[in-house]
């Protein structure tokens, strides 16, 4: 199986916290376990790509990160991807500081070199938080059901930028928003 690449942005602990009970009520009535399977972090998912060049995708993120302060985040919504993927998110209310960075973000890749799908691209970008994938058709409606359970909105903070290989989830690196430090996974 070959190796896809995604750049992610992680939460403050608080954050995180409201994301993993979203999973945990979901895979207690086995709607959908795996996020939590294939050991993934919450995260809202800025690219995607089966093809990239890593060291540039690092310039691009030492060159972005680096000069963003932690985003604020406000999840209110609950939606669903035109895909096969059967994939639920929380849907952060997209604000201009949010926009605005993942417009850069790809500035920063396309100066690298970095070319970014379509659905990525900051005039289709569909910003996304991941509560569950590949859940049975027939159980869509149960899930969206149980998500509308949760109290909305959920906020917090965006901290942490990182670039992570999957299937199996491996972070190779993460950038804490506004330092110069970049630590190697």
């Known amino acids: 199986m070959s190796q896809s690449y995604a750049i992610e942005l992680y939460f ?33 998912t800025l690219f995607c790509s089966d093809f990239v060049d890593v060291a540039k995708l690092e ?18 919504s609950i939606g669903s991807l035109p895909n096969d993927n059967n994939v639920l998110f929380l849907g952060p209310t997209p604000t201009a500081s949010l926009l605005q960075f993942h417009s850069q973000l790809c500035d920063a890749m396309k100066k690298e070199g970095i070319e970014i799908g379509e ?14 994938q590949e859940v049975p058709k027939p159980r869509m409606a149960e899930a969206f059901t149980v998500l509308r359970d949760l109290k909305l909105p959920v906020s917090g903070y965006a901290m942490e930028i990182s670039l992570v290989e999957y299937q199996p989830v491996r972070e190779l690196f993460s950038l804490t928003l506004g330092t110069h430090y970049l630590s190697e996974a």
């Open 59 to 76: 310039n691009a993120l030492r060159f972005i990160g680096s000069k963003q302060e932690p985003l604020s985040l406000s999840f209110s």
């Open 119 to 132: 659905e990525y691209r900051p005039d289709k970008w569909i910003p996304h938080c991941l509560v569950a």
């Open 12 to 44: 403050d602990p608080a954050l995180e916290n409201q994301v993993l009970k979203a999973w945990n009520v979901l895979a207690r009535r086995q709607i959908s376990t795996q996020l939590i399977e294939i050991e993934s972090r919450p995260h809202l």
